[in-house]
């Protein structure tokens, strides 16, 4: 279901405020970690997303899908991908995704070691579950094998899981205006 642009934004402003209470928001600039309080009107601003916004998750794994995009595709590759967490008796990773316009990347939250780098460009699709809602996931498209993936996370907070999918929404909306304006002078 879609959402009209007022209930959008004011559902990116309520998770804006669930992240600025969030003690584990961090931002990244040229490389340095810095924590900084976010204000209140982020949603609205590109400066946080073009430094690249920063939220601690717990990675849950990866399963192979057949489409692209769709809500039922992902609602059921998120039911396998926790299917198979809750049988293994590992610890999960703890990792930092960041979200920016050029996509998303991921650091091992302990030995901050880059994990992975998605450009934006191969994501097809992100969701926060309506059943699991603390679970966030995207689908992407492999460099490797050029195999759709998708990858789900567990964040702290409901509200934080539709914070990282709004953060991504727009940083697609910012990307396409970056790509417009790129290619508006030829």
């Not at 590759?77 to 996509?103: D, E, H, N, Y």
Request: glycine content about 6%.
């Amino acid at each position: 279901a879609r959402l009209d642009p007022g209930s959008a934004m004011e559902a990116l402003r309520a998770a804006g405020r669930a992240v600025l209470r969030s003690p584990r928001l961090a931002r990244h600039g040229l490389g340095l970690r810095r924590r900084r309080k976010l204000p209140e009107s982020w949603a609205e601003m590109q400066e946080p997303l073009l430094e690249g916004m920063c939220f601690t998750l717990k990675y849950l794994g990866m399963t192979l899908v057949e489409k692209p995009k769709g809500e039922d595709m992902a609602a059921a590759a998120i039911r396998r991908i926790v299917a198979t967490a809750r049988v293994g008796a590992r610890k999960f990773q703890k990792v930092i995704l960041t979200v920016s316009p050029r996509g998303i990347s991921l650091q091992d939250a302990d030995t901050k070691e880059m994990v992975e780098n998605i450009s934006i460009y191969r994501i097809s699709y992100c969701t926060t579950d309506k059943l699991q809602n603390k679970v966030f996931a995207y689908v992407a498209q492999s460099q490797e094998s050029g195999a759709l993936e998708c990858h789900a996370f567990l964040s702290p907070k409901k509200k934080i899981a539709q914070a990282v999918t709004l953060t991504v929404a727009q940083a697609f909306q910012m990307a396409l205006d970056l790509w417009e304006a790129t290619h508006a002078g030829r």
